[in-house]
């Protein structure tokens, strides 16, 4: 009994030795090389063993769909995923070290912008697979963008805002608007006005756009919202979300409750990861800065906050309007991602899912809201085949998540690229 | 001017479905300080229930077991499905809320807003998507004073509400049970330490709560005989505003926001086009709460909250 525990501590501490010592940079080496067996191998490897074509999202789909092709699915994502980018992190964990370690002493630029290339290479391979991976993928970041800035504002704030959906409705009208109405010929906007070339270089000032239209109904709510503390804003913000789609339905001159189509198609996965990436550094840069911090003491005491020459409601407001920026920015991507928006889909339902992102990931993180995002939209799709039951799994694992953890799975913890890519050479110290 | 009596008529009947549902966030809030996101679709569940109890005793009566006359089979319904709805509520509480007590308040309301997907998914999952509808138990005759169209189920459906919530307030007021949710509403940390358990306090709430939003259930199933699983959600977050806007955690409160919630819907839709109802709806609410942050007869956070 004794000696079974024993080997179990040491085999867990021998994996974690292993793990300890391959830098992140060995992993994202390693990814792009399974991605490209997938796309060498993939499909004879999938009919193979038996699979009709290859597993789209690593075999959940088809292992939820058939369960007797489990094995085959399992056997399908052992070796094209885990055994190949295993083997070669491994293998390569020396040579990356020693990469990693050239590079950590260059401006930190550099080595961040080799580790996103990496990864940016393996998504690219991965989702060119197929148009579903591609959407899937894109739709994922988006939901990462959402999450985080809602976190901005539950998380780091403290605040309870139901209004996301709104601000994501405003962002992706906004930007729709500006595309369609410049760069697309379209029965509601008449003729292009500018050159179509010309639209998918003003494609970022549209979401920005979009961005600042989301950031001033914010202020609208905040103006009236911060005067007074406690659950105010949460009644505020859900009135706010209500009023947005309801207007949004009675203006004819956007579609109205039939929604606008037409938007170009801008929002390819290159576009999308780079908004993703620019989103991730700034609210990270945003939550590490003094204002950040002050947000961190608003949210902590407010009275003591402002003993402490905080000006807690200015702090408050331009949070407020800077989660709801990007909330606008993602609303924009998400309306150029599907080419099509309508009001529908700006309601209760993507409020209980944008905030059930944020709380299962963990508040006050941007690992979190990475973790939150990815994990429950690409559980979603993989739950597809369950159909009703999907809406009851994952309400459950929340619930679970809720009373166990309360405050998410990865929460209060600083996201520090610096520690993310250091070389693993040695052990690693405790600061 | 007959229009305007029929359309305050309307308005009752509309107003007192919210402010039934309204008053069960109310006294949650009051209570426990958290939103029980949950309830509109304890609303859902006891529709539901009220018409399964409903069909089962229409049922009864007609193999012959039993000669009810129809307005007994309604009452028989409401009472039983309110006693069944309590239950929903205390499994809501008990789940959902009772682990979260000391976790940050958000926490509880993701759980309730989780609560409420499962209650909705499952009632799909059990009964399927269509619509059912609700047994006609009572003959509906029209009334005509002076122009104005009244027919008794409206009648009965806003005297019915009113009843109830008489009887809650005189149960809040007068009763030790109603003592002991107002001390705790007072202060929850000190008011256990008097030999009160928060937990036993906690759950008759959420039990009353739900119980109002089966009789809701039913008399909604009354006047429009068409249920789905997603009514929980309209009616829902429209009657957690009305109980916001009467003022956190007060009884009378939520029952007036609730009636002038009904008025503004069905005046909007009267002057404007329906689709604007939403839209000026929540504006008013919003200007309102804009100028009273705390509701009708809530108190600022610094005092106390009543019940």
């Given at each position: 009994?004794?000696?079974?525990?024993?080997?179990?501590?040491?085999?867990?501490?021998?994996?974690?030795?292993?793990?300890?010592?391959?830098?992140?940079?060995?992993?994202?080496?390693?990814?792009?090389?399974?991605?490209?067996?997938?796309?060498?191998?993939?499909?004879?490897?999938?009919?193979?063993?038996?699979l009709?074509?290859?597993?789209?999202?690593?075999?959940?789909?088809?292992?939820?769909?058939?369960?007797?092709?489990?094995?085959?699915?399992?056997?399908?994502?052992?070796?094209?995923?885990?055994?190949?980018?295993?083997?070669?992190?491994?293998?390569?964990?020396?040579p990356?070290?020693?990469?990693?370690?050239?590079?950590?002493?260059l401006?930190?630029?550099?080595?961040?912008?080799?580790?996103?290339?990496?990864?940016?290479?393996?998504?690219h391979?991965?989702?060119?697979?197929?148009?579903?991976?591609?959407?899937?993928?894109?739709?994922?970041?988006?939901?990462?963008?959402?999450?985080?800035?809602?976190?901005?504002?539950?998380?780091?704030m403290?605040?309870?805002?139901?209004?996301?959906?709104?601000?994501?409705?405003?962002?992706?009208?906004?930007?729709?608007?500006?595309?369609?109405?410049?760069?697309?010929?379209?029965?509601?906007?008449?003729?292009?006005?500018?050159?179509?070339?010309?639209?998918?270089?003003c494609?970022?000032?549209?979401?920005?756009f979009?961005?600042?239209?989301?950031?001033?109904?914010?202020?609208?709510?905040?103006?009236p919202?911060?005067?007074t503390?406690?659950?105010y804003?949460?009644?505020?913000?859900l009135?706010?979300?209500?009023?947005?789609?309801?207007?949004?339905?009675n203006?004819?001159?956007?579609?109205?409750?039939?929604?606008?189509?037409?938007?170009?198609?801008?929002?390819?996965?290159?576009?999308?990861?780079?908004?993703?990436?620019?989103?991730?550094?700034?609210?990270?840069?945003?939550?590490?800065?003094t204002?950040?911090k002050?947000?961190?003491?608003?949210?902590?005491?407010?009275?003591?906050?402002?003993?402490?020459?905080?000006?807690?409601?200015?702090?408050?407001?331009?949070?407020?309007?800077?989660?709801?920026?990007?909330?606008?920015?993602?609303?924009?991507?998400?309306?150029?991602?599907?080419?099509?928006?309508?009001?529908?889909?700006?309601?209760?339902?993507?409020?209980?899912?944008?905030l059930?992102?944020?709380?299962?990931?963990?508040?006050?993180?941007?690992?979190?809201?990475?973790?939150?995002?990815?994990?429950?939209?690409?559980?979603?799709?993989?739950?597809?085949?369950?159909?009703?039951?999907?809406?009851?799994?994952?309400?459950?694992?929340?619930?679970?998540?809720?009373?166990?953890?309360?405050?998410?799975?990865?929460?209060?913890?600083?996201?520090?690229?610096?520690?993310?890519?250091?070389?693993?050479?040695?052990?690693?110290?405790?600061? | 001017?007959?229009?305007?009596?029929?359309n305050?008529?309307?308005?009752?009947?509309?107003?007192?479905?919210?402010?039934?549902?309204?008053?069960?966030?109310?006294?949650?809030?009051?209570?426990?300080?958290?939103?029980?996101?949950?309830?509109?679709?304890?609303?859902?569940?006891?529709?539901?229930?009220?018409?399964?109890?409903?069909?089962?005793?229409?049922?009864?009566?007609?193999?012959?077991?039993?000669?009810?006359?129809?307005?007994?089979?309604?009452?028989?319904?409401?009472?039983?499905?309110?006693?069944?709805?309590?239950?929903?509520?205390?499994l809501?509480?008990r789940?959902?809320?009772?682990?979260?007590?000391?976790?940050?308040?958000?926490?509880?309301?993701?759980?309730?807003?989780?609560?409420?997907?499962i209650?909705?998914?499952?009632?799909l999952?059990i009964?399927?998507?269509?619509?059912?509808?609700?047994?006609?138990?009572?003959?509906?005759?029209?009334?005509?004073?002076?122009g104005?169209?009244?027919?008794?189920?409206?009648?009965?459906?806003?005297?019915?509400?009113?009843?109830?919530?008489?009887?809650?307030?005189?149960?809040?007021?007068?009763?030790k049970?109603?003592m002991?949710?107002?001390?705790?509403?007072?202060?929850?940390?000190?008011?256990?330490?008097?030999?009160?358990?928060?937990?036993?306090?906690?759950?008759?709430?959420?039990?009353?709560?739900?119980?109002?939003?089966?009789?809701?259930?039913?008399?909604?199933?009354?006047?429009?005989?068409?249920?789905?699983?997603?009514?929980?959600?309209?009616?829902?977050?429209?009657?957690?505003?009305?109980?916001?806007?009467?003022?956190?955690?007060?009884?009378?409160?939520a029952?007036?926001?609730?009636?002038?919630?009904?008025?503004?819907?069905?005046?909007?839709?009267?002057?404007?086009?329906?689709?604007?109802?939403?839209?000026?709806?929540?504006?008013?609410?919003?200007l309102?709460?804009?100028?009273?942050?705390?509701?009708?007869?809530?108190?600022?956070?610094?005092?106390?909250?009543?019940?």
């Amino acid at each position: 009994m004794q000696e079974a525990a024993h080997k179990t501590t040491a085999f867990r501490r021998r994996i974690a030795d292993f793990l300890g010592k391959i830098p992140l940079l060995a992993w994202l080496a390693a990814a792009p090389l399974a991605v490209l067996l997938e796309h060498l191998i993939g499909y004879e490897l999938a009919t193979g063993v038996g699979l009709p074509k290859i597993p789209v999202l690593f075999g959940f789909v088809i292992m939820l769909k058939t369960p007797l092709l489990i094995p085959s699915a399992l056997l399908y994502v052992l070796l094209i995923y885990l055994i190949p980018v295993c083997l070669v992190a491994w293998v390569l964990a020396a040579p990356a070290n020693w990469l990693a370690g050239r590079l950590y002493r260059l401006p930190i630029i550099v080595p961040v912008l080799v580790h996103l290339a990496l990864l940016y290479l393996a998504l690219h391979l991965w989702a060119d697979i197929s148009a579903y991976r591609g959407l899937t993928l894109r739709l994922t970041l988006i939901a990462v963008m959402m999450t985080l800035s809602l976190n901005v504002i539950n998380g780091y704030m403290g605040e309870f805002s139901c209004s996301h959906p709104g601000f994501m409705a405003l962002g992706a009208y906004g930007a729709s608007v500006f595309s369609v109405f410049f760069f697309a010929s379209d029965k509601l906007f008449g003729e292009a006005l500018l050159p179509e070339i010309l639209g998918a270089f003003c494609f970022p000032i549209g979401l920005v756009f979009g961005g600042l239209i989301a950031s001033l109904g914010a202020l609208a709510i905040a103006i009236p919202s911060f005067r007074t503390r406690g659950d105010y804003l949460a009644i505020i913000s859900l009135a706010f979300m209500f009023i947005v789609k309801s207007a949004i339905e009675n203006l004819e001159f956007v579609g109205g409750p039939r929604g606008l189509s037409g938007q170009p198609n801008y929002a390819s996965l290159p576009v999308v990861f780079g908004v993703a990436v620019v989103c991730v550094w700034i609210i990270n840069n945003f939550v590490r800065s003094t204002l950040g911090k002050a947000l961190n003491a608003v949210r902590d005491d407010e009275t003591a906050a402002e003993a402490m020459t905080v000006n807690t409601r200015r702090t408050k407001i331009l949070a407020f309007m800077f989660g709801a920026f990007w909330a606008g920015v993602a609303g924009g991507l998400f309306a150029h991602v599907l080419r099509y928006v309508n009001p529908g889909t700006f309601g209760i339902q993507k409020l209980a899912e944008v905030l059930a992102m944020v709380y299962f990931g963990g508040l006050n993180s941007v690992y979190g809201s990475i973790l939150g995002g990815v994990s429950l939209s690409l559980l979603s799709e993989a739950l597809r085949p369950l159909e009703l039951f999907k809406w009851i799994i994952i309400p459950l694992l929340l619930i679970l998540v809720m009373i166990y953890r309360p405050t998410g799975l990865i929460a209060f913890k600083e996201f520090d690229v610096r520690a993310l890519i250091r070389p693993k050479t040695h052990p690693r110290k405790e600061v | 001017m007959t229009f305007l009596f029929q359309n305050i008529i309307n308005a009752l009947q509309w107003g007192s479905f919210y402010a039934l549902i309204a008053l069960g966030y109310s006294m949650v809030y009051s209570i426990l300080m958290l939103f029980n996101f949950a309830h509109g679709d304890i609303f859902m569940v006891g529709a539901y229930i009220g018409f399964g109890v409903a069909a089962g005793l229409v049922a009864l009566t007609a193999a012959g077991a039993f000669a009810l006359p129809g307005w007994l089979i309604l009452v028989l319904t409401i009472l039983i499905s309110m006693f069944l709805t309590s239950f929903v509520g205390m499994l809501v509480e008990r789940i959902g809320y009772r682990p979260l007590r000391d976790a940050p308040r958000a926490s509880a309301a993701i759980t309730g807003l989780m609560i409420g997907i499962i209650l909705e998914t499952g009632n799909l999952a059990i009964l399927g998507a269509r619509r059912i509808s609700f047994p006609s138990l009572i003959e509906s005759t029209t009334y005509n004073v002076g122009g104005v169209f009244v027919t008794s189920k409206k009648i009965m459906i806003v005297v019915v509400s009113l009843l109830f919530m008489a009887a809650l307030h005189q149960f809040v007021k007068r009763s030790k049970w109603g003592m002991a949710m107002r001390a705790m509403a007072f202060d929850y940390l000190v008011v256990p330490l008097m030999g009160v358990s928060i937990n036993t306090i906690a759950r008759m709430t959420f039990a009353i709560g739900s119980a109002l939003a089966a009789v809701a259930g039913i008399l909604f199933g009354v006047a429009y005989p068409v249920l789905d699983p997603y009514m929980g959600i309209v009616f829902g977050w429209k009657a957690f505003v009305a109980a916001i806007l009467g003022g956190r955690g007060s009884i009378m409160g939520a029952c007036l926001a609730g009636f002038l919630l009904g008025f503004i819907e069905i005046f909007v839709a009267m002057i404007f086009p329906s689709t604007l109802r939403d839209f000026i709806a929540y504006s008013i609410i919003l200007l309102i709460l804009v100028f009273r942050p705390h509701g009708f007869f809530g108190e600022a956070y610094s005092a106390r909250l009543r019940l």
